[in-house]
């Protein structure tokens, strides 16, 4: 069978330069998701994705929601048996806004050769996550093609425009298609892989809820002198309450928040301690020294095993040059907790709201508005199917991969197991310092390379799973 994928790594090699030409067609789609300005350019995008699909003689559509269109494709060898593996690969064209744009180097949306330490890399928003990193599948599948003139397994493609704005239309979407997208297994390449040299199976994701508040004081803004010291300032009174949010040990003081928090396993730590994560890189990558939150826990497993509660935006009042002297009506932020396997996101998103309410000062309201709730994601650390994608990896890098938690969430993960009832694996190919949701954005070639051999090679072991 390795007869099989030999020649595809061959083509892969030979055709590199027109998988990169390909991926930058597609980053200068300008799929915003979450902006309604961008709608038109999300559908082109999807319209793309569809259409490489349609070339490679794939069932290919784009389908509406009420939201970002899905994409979907279907694809059964000419030889499939009942044994043959129903792969599902998922991936999500829509990309974060890309402000501040005055940070980046270049144009976000043309994609940029740039040579640094790793070689070659492409900059653009979106060109780790997630677009570079599905391309790996689309260029694996377009060698495998050339190639042999068919695919090995059965392919269903899902991509998604809506993942950087919580998936409000994919269970109902899945849902409603149960049946035709019932699958075995799926491939998610929205992760990252442990170092340049080192491949990844992440096996364990964050969950997450969020928030937005405003809390409404005066029936207007005020002179900050005729008032100030005899009325509430809606902006000192919530920068009180969330700095109220932890206490001096980094504990979140949310009700609830750790009543259902598990203790790492043992056999995890030592698992996690043996993958010599270097904080001091990971650190200074980002301008810092010191790691900072829980006491008595190690940087990685505050990342991974612990829960969070930070303040992703605040603002009130007069926020434009130079000064003007007002308490405001209002004050606003933006919340977000990351969950860990057994906690319960109604619960946590309940103590929230009772975190905050307990702290109304007098003669003021909450408006509360949620974003989205989803709970942490574990999926098998045993199975012939994880056994095949580590099989694949081994043959296309020399280091053996790791298995790796994540900070990070991918809630979809967790809708295919509730809906769909198959697993994920979750392998990616980017880096930490991708600068994903940054500017500056970018993606190695040396990762985008070896993620479409990773992918060939894992479809590869995935197909003799059917023998
Ligand atoms: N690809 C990321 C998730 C991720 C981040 C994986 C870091 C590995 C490392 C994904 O696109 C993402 O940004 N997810 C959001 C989810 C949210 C909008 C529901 C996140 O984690 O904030
Ligand atoms: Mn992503
Ligand atoms: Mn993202």
């Known amino acids: ?80 048996t009942d044994r043959t593996p129903r792969v599902m690969y998922y991936g999500h064209y829509d990309v974060q806004p890309p402000d501040p744009l005055e940070l980046w180097d270049s144009d976000p949306f043309e994609p940029t050769i740039v040579e640094a330490e790793h070689g070659k890399r492409i900059v653009a928003r979106g060109a780790n996550d997630d677009k570079g990193q ?25 991509l998604e425009g809506e993942e950087e704005s919580a998936s409000p239309s994919l269970e109902p979407f899945l849902e409603a298609n149960q049946e035709e997208l019932a699958a075995d297994i799926c491939i998610v390449s929205d992760s990252e892989a442990w170092s340049i040299e080192t491949p990844a199976i992440t096996y364990m994701l964050r969950g997450m809820v969020f928030i937005d508040v405003t809390l409404k004081g005066p029936a207007m803004d005020l002179h900050s002198g005729m008032y100030g010291g005899g009325v509430v300032n809606p902006n000192n009174a919530l920068a009180r309450i969330l700095g109220e949010l932890h206490d001096e ?15 790492l396993s043992e056999a995890e730590a030592k698992a996690w301690e043996n993958l010599g994560f270097d904080d001091a890189g990971f650190l200074g990558g980002i301008g810092l020294k010191e790691s900072t939150g829980e006491k008595g826990r190690t940087l990685l497993q505050r990342l991974w095993s612990r829960p969070t509660c930070d303040v992703n935006g605040m603002w009130g009042g007069y926020i434009g040059q130079g000064a003007k002297t007002v308490i405001p009506a209002e004050a606003h932020a933006k919340i977000s907790c990351r969950l860990v396997p057994d906690q319960d996101p ?46 694949g990896l081994r043959a296309t890098f020399d280091n053996p991969p790791v298995l790796i938690g994540c900070g990070g ?10 809906i769909l009832g198959f697993d994920s694996l979750l392998a990616g190919f980017g880096l930490e310092d991708d600068r994903i949701h940054s500017p500056n954005e970018k993606f190695e070639l040396k990762c985008y390379h070896n993620g479409i051999r990773s992918q060939a090679a894992m479809m590869h072991s995935l197909a003799e799973l059917a023998q």
């Open 249 to 263: 040990n980094g504990l979140i003081q949310i009700p609830g928040m750790y009543d259902d928090v598990r203790e």
């Open 134 to 158: 599905f391309m790996t599948f689309v260029s694996a599948f377009r060698a495998w093609t050339d190639v042999h003139g068919s695919l090995p397994v059965k392919i269903i493609v899902f």
């Open 346 to 391: 109604e619960k946590i998103y309940n103590g929230l709201v009772k975190f905050l309410k307990d702290r109304t000062p007098p003669d003021c309201t909450w408006e509360i508005e949620c974003h989205g709730k989803n709970p942490a994601i574990r999926v098998p650390t045993e199975s012939p199917y994880l056994e095949a994608a580590l099989k």
């Open 1 to 80: 069978m390795t007869a099989a994928l030999e020649p595809v790594l061959k083509r892969i090699d030979e055709d590199f330069d027109n998988s990169v030409a390909r991926l930058c067609e597609l980053l200068r789609i300008k799929s915003i998701g979450t902006d309604p300005a961008y709608d038109e350019e999300t559908r082109r995008a999807a319209q793309w994705c569809a259409d490489q699909f349609k070339e490679m003689g794939f069932d290919s559509a784009v389908r509406n929601t009420p939201g970002q269109p899905m994409v979907v494709a279907h694809y059964t060898p000419p030889d499939a």
């Open 409 to 418: 969430s991918i809630p979809v993960v967790g809708s295919f197991q509730r």
